[in-house]
Structures are given as C-alpha cells and as structure tokens.
C-alpha cells in the first residue's frame, strides 16, 4: 500500500488512483502512474521543497555554503587528465573491463599500506572491500546488518546521506546527543540502557568521530574510549565513518576506533574529500566474515566498483605527490574556514552560536531563540544565500530537534564568497528577529525547550557572542 501522501514530485499531496471523480485525479496534478507499485521501503524516498530550493540556490548570484562539495579545481588537474589518457592507451582493455566485487587488489594493498596507517589502522589487504564511494559503503552495511524495523543509534545530528540509507532499509534512527567534543558516551550508554529495558538491541552505532557532518564538531582520544568502551560493554558493534580524517587544520589525524577494535568496528574510508568525489571510490575494512557478504552485496547491487575509476586512483597514490595534496587541501579549507568564522563572528546577532571546526568541511550554527531555519530558507535564497536547514539532519519525528539549526559549508566558495554570504545570511536573521520581537514566534510557543536544549549542547551552551567549541 502506497500512502496517499506520496507526491510524484514532492510538491503537495496526491490522491491514489481509483479515489474521486476522474479516476481519483485531482484537478492540476500529475499523477505518477507508478503511484500504486511502490514499494513500502520506498515511502520515505520522498524530495522536498529544500530539494526545489536549491535549483535555484544553485544560480550564480547565490552564494551556497550549502553544498559538501570538495574544491576540486585545486587538483593537478593536467596530470590527472595524463593519468587518463595513458591509463585508456596502456590498459584500456583493463581499464574498460568488468572487474573484481572487492575491487583490484593493487587499491587495497595502496589502501592498507598507505592510508590506514595514518589513522593508526593495521589491516590486510584481504580485510577491503573497495565501494563505490563511502556512500555505497553505508549501502552494503546496511543492507547486510539490517532488517526492517531494526534500531540504528546515530548522532544528533547525523549526515543526511547516511540517514536516507538507514531509511531506505526502514530502520529506525535513535539519535544521541553530542557536545562540543563529539558524541556523548553517557548518554550513549544511557540510550543503550532504555532500549535493553525496552528489549532493544541496536544493529550498530552510526558514528563520524573526525570532523563531523553537519556539526563540525571531533571526538578527542578520550571520548573515543569512552565510546568505544560503552558500544563494547553492550555489545553494539560500530560503524565508522571517516571520509575527512585526513583534513584536520593543524595537521595531525585522528586515531580511527578501528585502530582499537578490529573486531566490531567497521571503517569506511573514502576518496572523494582527499582526491575526487567524481570517481566515486570509497572503501570498508571490515572483519572476514563480514568482508565476505559486503562483496556479494557489491555484487548484487553494481557488480564491481568501476575498473578505470580505481586505476586512477592508484596511479595518482602512486605517482602523484597526493599527500603535499592533502596539505593544499588542508590549508585552503582551513583559510575558508577562518573566513567563515571571522565573517560570523562580526556579523551574526549576539544569540547565535556556532562550532569552530578542526577539520572538515561544516560549522553547525544555532540561531536565536525562536527562528526556524527552514522557513527562513526561502528568504534566505531570496537574499542570495543558501545553507541546509538543520532538521535535514534528523530522522523521522527527532527532525524538530533541527528546527533552530542550519549547516555552513565553507569547501567550495572563496574567502570572499563566504565573507557575502555570511553578511547576507546576517540580514536575514536579523529580519528574521525582528518579526519575531515584533510578532512572537510560533516555533518558540509550541516546541520551546528541546531544540533549545539539544542544539545549545552541540554548540556548548549559549554564550553571546561567540563560538562554543573553539
Ligand atoms: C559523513 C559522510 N559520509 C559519507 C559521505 C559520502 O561520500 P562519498 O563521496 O565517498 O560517497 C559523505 C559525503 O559528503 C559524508 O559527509
């Protein structure tokens, strides 16, 4: 059964088929003669007028600290365009082939042998499964660990792409609160306790410990035990995700859980922020058994991971210096980075609060009591400046837990760029408060207390003005 709800283009609701006069159409709608077939995994793959919004947001005059997309015209861009060509006239009939569902064992040697050392890993070439980015990564885990209905302890806030996954296979997210210093292991164990008293166990902790999508927020070398601690002592296994590990400002790269639990944590890397997100190449490393149905996962879902795309990127680990790479990377997100903060910090009403983050790409902000970044966000783009509401990073009904919230990108605009659109994003809430002073706030009269209470623990407590975190 498909809800009537599903809309064909996620602009308003319509009615099934066979309802009302017409055949049930209603007047002006176009009905998605698919409407009836859907699966019920398929209900929440809904777009949302944020989707809409951000067609337009995508116009030149916008400055959008929306998107999480890489800069990657700082690449040797000639050289890799090289690696191509000769990758095309040396090994093309390779290159263009069908390849192996783990993915060529000369990436997981370069993988296990350059990569996951820095993150203090020691793995065997055996334990990879290259994916299609970490996107796909997150597919396949999910889909072999999870069955509908089945619980996912993930942060709160958590990144949008993994939450689509988790929906995708009709899991149910139980957000944990975060701080400043990343996720919260007290009320980890906390929320692992009610759901054992509920006679829940979670299929695994859904964790980003470096440089947090959307929060911007790392979790230090003790917060890292402590999680891992409390997962261990109630025997949840953890999925780590680290696609920006290698992107901390001051040079130093966190240690992965999996440094410290080969067992149950599963590590998902990614190439997309350290080289190009257009190859989509990712990996897990992962336990033997678990390794196992990963491939036949990949298998059942894409076959292989794309032959050329992993020959490039071996080529450009082997021949490129691709860690001074990094280091480019590094300080051209961390020059935006200051951009952003600095712009923030001159412009945004005292009431505001922000992260200042180490690494990565995002800063999660906090607007004054009584705002609503979502429908702020219309106007926002109307003033030219985009950014993603915060309750795109909650799942289901904990999606209010967001309202007060909004993420900042600071990776692909230059300094300059930031620094308008910041000013810009300023007008706005300024107006915004004062409709608020001037008319109250609905937001403020019907759900006061909690987006105030979570949001203010991930930015550190409201203090005007000024980051919480830095
Ligand atoms: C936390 C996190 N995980 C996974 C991904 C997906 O990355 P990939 O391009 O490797 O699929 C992203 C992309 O933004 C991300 O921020």
């Known amino acids: 059964m498909v809800s009537s709800e599903m809309t064909d283009d996620g602009s308003g609701p319509v009615r099934s088929p066979g309802t009302g006069a017409s055949g049930g159409m209603p007047h002006g709608t176009r009905l998605d003669p698919f409407l009836e077939a859907y699966a019920e995994r398929a209900r929440s793959m809904t777009s949302s007028e944020i989707r809409a919004l951000f067609a337009v947001a995508s116009r030149p005059e916008v400055v959008s600290l929306a998107g999480g997309m890489p800069f990657v015209s700082a690449l040797p861009l000639d050289a890799v365009a090289d690696t191509f060509r000769r990758l095309i006239a040396e090994?093309?009939?390779?290159?263009?082939?069908?390849?192996?569902?783990?993915?060529?064992?000369?990436?997981?040697?370069?993988?296990?042998?350059?990569?996951?050392?820095?993150?203090?890993?020691?793995?065997?070439?055996?334990?990879?499964?290259?994916?299609?980015?970490?996107?796909?990564?997150?597919?396949?885990?999910?889909?072999?660990?999870?069955?509908?209905?089945?619980?996912?302890?993930?942060?709160?806030?958590?990144?949008?792409?993994?939450?689509?996954?988790?929906?995708?296979?009709?899991?149910?997210?139980?957000?944990?609160?975060?701080?400043?210093?990343?996720l919260d292991p007290d009320a980890l164990a906390e929320t692992f306790r009610q759901l054992a008293a509920a006679g829940r166990r979670p299929k695994f902790l859904y964790t980003v410990p470096s440089f947090h999508n959307p929060a911007g927020v790392t979790q230090g070398p003790d917060r890292r035990r402590a999680v891992l601690d409390t997962c261990q002592a109630f025997g949840v296994p953890i999925v780590e995700d680290d696609p920006?590990?290698?992107?901390?400002?001051?040079?130093?790269?966190?240690?992965?859980?999996?440094?410290?639990?080969?067992?149950?944590?599963?590590?998902?890397?990614?190439?997309?922020?350290?080289?190009?997100?257009?190859?989509?190449?990712?990996?897990?490393?992962?336990?033997?058994?678990?390794?196992?149905?990963?491939?036949?996962?990949?298998?059942?879902?894409?076959?292989?991971p794309p032959q050329l795309s992993q020959l490039a990127v071996s080529a450009y680990l082997a021949e490129q210096p691709w860690w001074d790479q990094v280091k480019v990377f590094r300080e051209l997100y961390r020059e935006r980075r200051d951009a952003l903060i600095s712009a923030v910090q001159s412009h945004f009403p005292a009431e505001t609060t922000w992260t200042t983050p180490s690494g990565g790409f995002y800063s999660w902000v906090t607007l004054p009591e009584g705002l609503d970044s979502s429908s702020m966000l219309p106007r926002a783009v109307t003033a030219r400046v985009a950014y993603v509401p915060g309750s795109a990073f909650y799942a289901g009904n904990a999606k209010r837990l967001g309202k007060r919230s909004l993420r900042l990108s600071y990776c692909f605009p230059d300094p300059d760029r930031i620094r308008e659109g910041v000013r810009r994003l300023a007008g706005v809430i300024e107006s915004e408060l004062e409709l608020v002073h001037t008319f109250g706030s609905p937001v403020a009269h019907t759900d006061p207390a909690l987006s105030a209470r979570d949001n203010a623990r991930i930015a550190g407590q409201s203090q005007a003005p000024g980051p919480a975190t830095e």
């Open 91 to 182: 090994r093309g009939a390779q290159a263009l082939q069908y390849g192996s569902g783990q993915g060529m064992e000369v990436l997981r040697e370069q993988i296990v042998a350059a990569l996951m050392p820095l993150v203090g890993v020691h793995a065997h070439p055996d334990d990879v499964v290259v994916t299609v980015g970490s996107q796909q990564g997150l597919d396949i885990v999910t889909r072999i660990l999870c069955d509908p209905g089945d619980i996912i302890v993930a942060e709160a806030p958590s990144y949008v792409g993994a939450l689509s996954v988790f929906a995708a296979y009709q899991a149910e997210v139980v957000h944990v609160p975060m701080d400043g210093d990343g």
């Open 244 to 304: 920006y590990g290698l992107l901390g400002f001051d040079g130093e790269v966190p240690r992965a859980l999996r440094a410290d639990d080969a067992e149950s944590v599963l590590y998902l890397g990614s190439f997309s922020k350290t080289f190009s997100p257009g190859l989509r190449v990712g990996w897990v490393v992962a336990p033997h058994g678990v390794r196992e149905k990963l491939v036949l996962a990949t298998e059942a879902s894409v076959l292989c």
